[in-house]
């Protein structure tokens, strides 16, 4: 079984693992065995980082992959697993945010999280379901929800809280009023999207940042190369090296000193992607991809609407794009 390194959240001192297995299988909801299967896999090989929401319909099957799991000896503890949720944007309401966790602890049978985040920086009506009409979509009391985010952690419902999908701006405006600092961001970040200035921000803030899509985001198109996989710069790395492009992509990721959440339900991959350790991208290998094109492929256009809070991706991302 391969060994996962880890790092120190500065907010708890918690220890997040480097690699985790996501666990969003589109359409959400559909294929719950698969999900529990793949999770049991992953466990075999190895991860210890599990990431779901309630938006994925996957945190039941991840439940149910944990109890077996440890049923099987795979594991000896919960505590040996690092598990990450998040709060749907229709929970994003003060005194909605403890029932939301309440219940995510329910599908998945546990007593606690290791890690809670607000999925995305916007609110929705409450009850609000995918697809949502444009009208549903809200401005989002950052200082109330944070709060009860708070609220969350002081019980001791999840040991850490933090955010996915923030911005500079929208960071800046939560740690405004924040009393316990997010520990983490999750958010897309891979070679075509590096986040530097981002990075920068949580560096300074002492906030951990996990990177999903760090192999490029699904059904994107890419302007450039496709997508990240198909990308001749990093296919000559990849070949100098004796490695897959998917491992280059991971490695550049790890390098840069945040977590990565990777998707695959395939075991082989599994094993692949956790094999990012034990060698380092060169000098020129980085001067490489630094100078690769960059766009932002999860746009999250539907947050984007004439009568709604943000009234163009630009207000969405605060011109991060």
């Known amino acids: 079984m391969a060994s996962i390194p880890l790092a120190s959240l500065a907010s708890t001192g918690q220890k997040i693992p480097l690699i985790g297995l996501g666990t969003a299988e589109f359409p959400f ?45 795979l594991i000896k503890s919960r505590d040996e697993l690092f598990v990450t949720s998040k709060l749907f944007s229709s929970n994003c309401h003060s005194h909605l945010v403890l029932p939301a966790l309440q219940q995510t602890l329910k599908n998945l049978g546990l ?7 607000i999925h995305v920086p916007v609110s929705l009506k409450p009850g609000a379901q995918l697809p949502f009409a444009p009208g549903d979509i809200l ?16 019980l001791g419902l ?13 960071i800046e405006k939560l740690l405004a009023t924040a009393r316990i600092p997010p520990a983490v961001n999750q958010v897309e970040m891979n070679v075509f999207w590096q986040q530097k200035q981002l990075r920068k921000l949580c560096e300074e803030k002492g906030i951990h940042i996990t ?24 296919k000559e790395i990849a070949s100098g090296r004796e490695k897959t492009v998917a491992q280059v992509c991971l490695r550049w990721v790890y390098e840069q000193g ?26 020129e290998d980085l001067q490489k991809i630094d100078q690769l094109p960059q766009r932002r492929g999860n746009l999250a256009h539907f947050y984007v609407t004439d009568d709604g809070p943000y009234k163009s991706l630009f207000e969405f991302w605060d011109g991060e794009l």
Not at 139 to 154: L, R, S, T, Y
Not at 158 to 170: A, L, Q, R
Request: contains cysteine.
């Open 211 to 234: 990177a999903y899509s760090a192999l490029g985001s699904k059904g994107t198109p890419w302007e450039l190369n496709s997508r990240p996989i198909d990308c001749d710069a990093l």
């Open 158 to 170: 999840t040991k850490s809280i933090g955010v996915s999908n923030f911005t500079c701006k929208k």
């Open 139 to 154: 401005v989002m009391d950052f200082e109330g929800v944070w709060k009860a985010m708070e609220e969350c952690q002081n």
């Open 29 to 73: 909801g559909e294929d719950e065995a698969t999900v529990k299967q793949s999770v049991l896999h992953a466990i075999e090989v190895g991860y210890r980082h599990f990431d779901t929401a309630a938006l994925y319909q996957s945190e039941k099957p991840l439940g149910d992959a944990i109890a077996e799991a440890l049923q099987r000896g």
């Open 111 to 117: 007593e606690y999280l290791d890690l809670y985040l």
């Open 258 to 283: 945040v977590s990565i959440v990777v998707k695959s339900f395939n075991k082989e991959r599994m094993k692949e992607n956790m094999q990012i350790f034990e060698w380092e991208l060169s000098q």
